[in-house]
């Protein structure tokens, strides 16, 4: 059968070939981006694709660390990565010390991040704009997208100065060029927010979450006005930023909230501009819990990296109950910027929720609750100062020095029992990108610069009155520096304002490889040549914090130096050698 089967087939096929009608087919299940792209309900798939990419890309973590998050914050003179030492949580803790170079993870991460968020704003942009946008749900969605990609270009001009433009989808042949300087960036993301703005929604009150966790009118409001206050143009920051600030539809929560902006009771609250919003529902995330957890909310183990060292705490670190997990102590508060504020504001609804003194973290089970504090059904003991302070089953056991570590521990980033998700180290508080004590900051600010202090005056006693601060009589912009770091610190602010200010180069000589190591006086003592050391009588004195400066990196002989060059993050290696259009930062 063989010799007859193949002449068959051959003769079939060139029977076929000849006949040109019958290959006039057409292909089935196949739609151009043109007929794929097209009716409102397409227009919002697209939206929620961007939204989705957005979250997990800026949310999202790289290993343990977040590059967003870690990223900005980590390049503030006012925190310490800190850990267990100089060699802890290397990835991410080179941006701390300024040794970082082109081919740093953290710093190829965020900018692929942040250009993989801008893509599918381009999509929905390139699909749905234009003539194409023929429906009101249509111009939305653009609007929408038209801001994301604002944010996006935004922040990549902020850290990288002059990254590339990107406001269309990319051929795959085009290599495209960084000539807009950082400033031309940033006036063109001020414009987009401000033409987008008649197509976005309003948010609808001060209840309303909805308005929390997706671009609204005030968003882009803020936007816009924030890239204008960076690219120094303070009458636009004014003219954007005055209907936002007197805008009904948000309001600064009260001083007694003001812990809760960072827990999960803060979700969605008044004072949120927009955030990622953290969902329960695991049918979001197609029913799989750790998907969901660990890609699209991105908080897995950055608990962990920012709570206190749990090994470090007698009784682990979740015998303090204000803690859901164990960490590994990072993200600590600069000694000399802990004490400048508890100098300032002692007794603050603001100082209290972003650090602890010694005695509070001890003695006040208000702020800072032991489980020895309370008897088994949860009522406290009513244990007196001098109980607690022989009490063997709290402090801080480690009698090495916890490194970067002072007399004032950092309470803002902890996670809480109540933030936790479907595991210890799930982070279930929604990831916040904007305030409105943010956007009060920046309008005084622009107000200041323009000369108008009563202007400027009023909303800045708005913030210290809600914090419980002392309010000022009359402000300058040394008045609202201060302000803005007290109000905002460890929120991804404080780098850029020093770069922008000129502020920088002498902060950062004042802190660097300055590092504090903090001993509880119950389990440490000094030995005659004044050194810290394990006190073998532990409890002959009562649990308290000191601490000592020591300088790691000048004792290893790599000391440690910021010059003009660290104002901006290089363009990552990876980019600059895939094309060469592209142009490097001075200096790397």
């Known amino acids: 059968m063989k010799k007859f089967i193949v002449p068959f087939l051959v003769a079939g096929v060139c029977f076929t070939a000849c006949n040109q009608d019958l290959l006039e087919v057409e292909q089935k299940g196949v739609n151009t981006p043109e007929t794929f792209y097209s009716s409102d309900d397409d227009a919002y798939s697209a939206k929620m694709a961007m939204y989705a990419t957005w979250n997990e890309e800026i949310g999202g973590t790289e290993g343990i660390w977040n590059a967003y998050l870690m990223g900005l914050n980590y390049s503030s003179d006012d925190v310490f990565a800190a850990g267990e030492s100089i060699h802890d949580h290397e990835g991410f803790r080179e941006v701390n010390e300024f040794r970082y170079d082109n081919a740093t993870s953290i710093i190829k991460t965020l900018y692929s991040r942040l250009y993989k968020s801008i893509y599918p704003a381009n999509l929905v942009i390139t699909y749905f704009g234009g003539e194409k946008a023929d429906t009101p749900a249509k111009k939305q969605a653009v609007a929408e997208a038209r801001v994301v990609r604002a944010w996006c270009h935004m922040i990549a001009a902020m850290v990288y100065n002059q990254p590339p433009l990107i406001d269309h989808l990319i051929e795959p042949s085009e290599n495209p060029t960084n000539d807009k300087t ?42 816009a006005g924030k890239a204008a206050l960076y690219a120094e143009n303070y009458d636009k920051v004014i003219s954007c930023l005055k209907p936002l600030v ?42 799989n819990d750790s998907w969901r957890s660990y890609n699209i909310r991105g908080r897995w183990m950055v608990a962990n990296v920012l709570n206190w060292r749990g090994d470090y705490i007698q009784g682990s670190g979740t015998a303090v109950k204000i803690i859901s997990c164990n960490g590994w102590g990072g993200g600590a508060i600069n000694d000399q ?14 100082r209290k929720a972003t650090f602890v003194t010694s005695d509070e973290l001890f003695y006040d089970e208000t702020l800072v609750p032991w489980k020895s504090d309370f008897d088994a059904d949860g009522n406290s003991k009513g244990l007196t100062k001098e109980e607690k302070g022989k009490d ?53 600010e622009a107000c200041i610069q323009k000369g108008q202090l009563d202007e400027a005056k009023k909303y800045i ?24 770091q007290y109000e905002l610190w460890f929120e991804g602010c404080r780098w850029k304002d020093l770069v922008r200010w000129g502020d920088d180069i002498e902060a950062y000589e004042k802190v660097l490889d300055n590092i504090p190591y903090a001993y509880d ?14 006190d073998k009588d532990k409890g002959s004195k009562p649990h308290n914090l000191v601490y000592v400066i020591k300088h ?37």
């Open 182 to 223: 950082m400033k031309e960036i940033l006036e063109w993301c001020t414009k987009e927010c401000e033409e987008a703005m008649a197509d976005l929604k309003e948010r609808e009150g001060q209840s309303d979450k909805v308005g929390a966790y997706m671009v609204t009118k005030g968003f882009a409001q803020y936007v």
């Open 246 to 287: 007197e805008s009904p539809n948000y309001a600064l929560v009260p001083g007694d909230r003001f812990r809760d902006l960072f827990h999960v009771e803060g979700d969605g609250c008044e004072e949120k501009l927009f955030e990622f919003n953290y969902s329960a529902n695991t049918e979001v995330a197609g029913g």
């Open 337 to 350: 910027f802990a004490h400048k504020m508890y100098k300032h504001e002692p007794d603050s609804y603001r």
């Open 392 to 444: 063997s089953k709290r402090g801080v056991k480690y009698t090495g020095g916890v490194f970067s570590y002072c007399d004032m521990w950092q309470v803002k980033n902890l996670m809480a029992p109540t933030d936790q998700g479907f595991n210890d180290t799930d982070n279930n508080t929604n990831f916040s990108l904007g305030r409105l004590a943010e956007a009060y900051l920046m309008y005084a």
């Open 461 to 484: 006693n708005m913030i210290q009155e809600r914090a419980g601060a002392p309010k000022s009589a009359s402000v300058d912009l040394q008045t609202l520096k201060d302000e803005k």
């Open 521 to 534: 006086e119950y389990y440490c003592k000094q030995n005659a040549a004044g050194e810290w050391e394990k």
């Open 552 to 588: 790691p990196f000048a004792d290893n002989k790599t000391p440690l130096k910021y010059e003009q060059k660290h104002r901006f993050w290089p363009i990552p290696k990876d980019v600059m050698e895939v094309n060469h259009n592209m142009k490097q930062n001075p200096g790397w």
